[in-house]
């Protein structure tokens, strides 16, 4: 939670008077000892009395902090610094965001690891520790995740059966999983995921706002389960696109779509991403593996290195010094022969007269 300068100040002074007497802040003055709640509130109201505040309580005060941060921020940060669950403070409040702020601005396409890192550590074995790590590291979706029994996970061989696929479980995941099957009383119920104080199985409406109330307090307030779901299988599609590169050298927005079912737009985005992430290298149409061929933006050095110990060479030779293919090395031959960077004769290329000068 946020703390103000009057509070620090206010929080200060009571340390220094009675910091030793108590590990609590709020103590009696004559006990000097925790306070019970029912004390709390009894002096609370009868300060607001006399001060002229007749009829409002600590609940009051705590509505309008809520009010109030509503009005600067918006609402998925407020139910992390109120400590409110996310479908009980947007159906009490919601009408105090200001209209512009009452939609959830777009998601980020990427999740924050080491948050949701943090936050598994903190949920572990609990419903929403064993969706969050079903959902991000096996992919599975919110209704599989709730009709999941324990008939289906078999923790010997590490293996959860699904009707359309068998998801091989991690260590960490096998770990939780068997402590959450230790827990089982007799006669629960064959369903893995148990609302802990009743034990009977958690739809998935009621697992949405455990898992998004649980996310937003970790800071990840974009994210939803879904995207977690999606996140998994996106890194397995690119694994895919990847392993088809190094097998056959290179690949083309063409063969992408073809291997993951992609529109045009949605295979040159992926090719995209992973070549912004350094995974591929993009020369011309083709997308090669990083480290098996020279990037653009270093092939004219290359180039220019070889030609000046070599002398002129033929576009075959320079296609096997970029590791690329001849149709697209005949066409980077021809843009840098367009800008005078290089001079063809024949079925050769060399460096003009005036680079050879001044080298």
């Given at each position: 939670m946020p703390l103000d300068?009057?509070?620090?100040?206010?929080?200060?002074?009571?340390?220094?008077?009675?910091?030793?007497?108590?590990p609590f802040v709020v103590i009696s003055d004559r006990l000097r000892r925790q306070m019970p709640p029912e004390s709390i509130s009894r002096l609370a109201r009868t300060a607001l009395d006399q001060a002229g505040l007749g009829g409002i309580s600590l609940m009051d005060l705590r509505h309008d902090f809520i009010i109030r941060q509503l009005e600067q921020?918006?609402?998925?940060?407020?139910?992390?610094?109120?400590?409110?669950?996310?479908?009980?403070?947007?159906?009490?409040?919601?009408?105090?965001?200001?209209?512009?702020?009452?939609?959830?601005?777009?998601?980020?396409?990427?999740?924050?690891?080491?948050?949701?890192?943090?936050l598994l550590q903190t949920e572990g074995s609990s419903p929403v520790?064993?969706?969050?790590?079903?959902?991000?590291?096996?992919?599975?979706?919110?209704?599989?995740?709730?009709?999941?029994t324990w008939s289906q996970v078999d923790l010997d061989r590490g293996?959860?059966?699904?009707?359309?696929?068998?998801?091989t479980l991690g260590i960490t995941l096998r770990r939780l999983l068997r402590t959450a099957q230790n827990r089982r009383r007799e006669g629960d119920d064959p369903h893995v995921l148990l609302a802990p104080n009743s034990r009977r199985p958690i739809d998935q409406p009621r697992l949405s706002k455990l898992v998004r109330t649980a996310l937003i307090r970790g800071g990840l307030e974009t994210v939803s389960l879904g995207d977690l779901c999606r996140e998994e299988r996106r890194e397995?599609?690119?694994?895919?696109?990847?392993?088809?590169?190094?097998?056959?050298?290179?690949?083309?927005?063409?063969?992408?779509?073809?291997?993951?079912?992609?529109?045009?737009?949605?295979?040159?985005?992926?090719?995209?991403?992973?070549?912004?992430?350094?995974?591929l290298v993009r020369v011309g149409t083709k997308y090669y593996p990083a480290g098996q061929?020279?990037?653009p933006?270093?092939?004219?050095?290359?180039?220019r290195e070889f030609l000046t110990q070599s002398g002129p060479a033929y576009?075959?030779?320079?296609?096997?010094?970029?590791?690329?293919?001849?149709?697209?090395?005949?066409?980077?031959?021809?843009?840098?022969?367009?800008?005078?960077?290089?001079?063809?004769t024949g079925q050769r290329y060399a460096l003009p007269v005036e680079e050879k000068a001044i080298l």
């Open positions: 300068r009057e509070t620090e100040t206010c929080l200060r002074l009571r340390f220094e008077r009675q910091g030793t007497v108590s921020h918006d609402w998925p940060y407020v139910a992390r610094i109120s400590g409110i669950a996310v479908n009980t403070l947007y159906a009490c409040f919601s009408g105090y965001l200001p209209e512009g702020r009452r939609k959830t601005a777009g998601r980020r396409t990427e999740v924050d690891a080491f948050l949701l890192w943090k520790g064993l969706a969050l790590w079903m959902s991000w590291k096996l992919g599975m979706q919110a209704r599989e995740i709730v009709a999941l293996v959860i059966h699904l009707p359309d696929r068998d998801l397995g599609e690119d694994a895919r696109l990847l392993v088809y590169a190094a097998e056959k050298g290179a690949i083309s927005r063409s063969e992408a779509m073809s291997i993951l079912g992609l529109s045009k737009v949605a295979a040159y985005e992926r090719l995209r991403q992973l070549t912004a992430s350094g995974r061929v020279v990037p933006e270093e092939q004219y050095g290359v180039i576009r075959q030779d320079l296609a096997a010094l970029l590791h690329i293919g001849d149709r697209q090395c005949a066409l980077i031959l021809k843009h840098m022969v367009e800008a005078g960077r290089l001079v063809r």
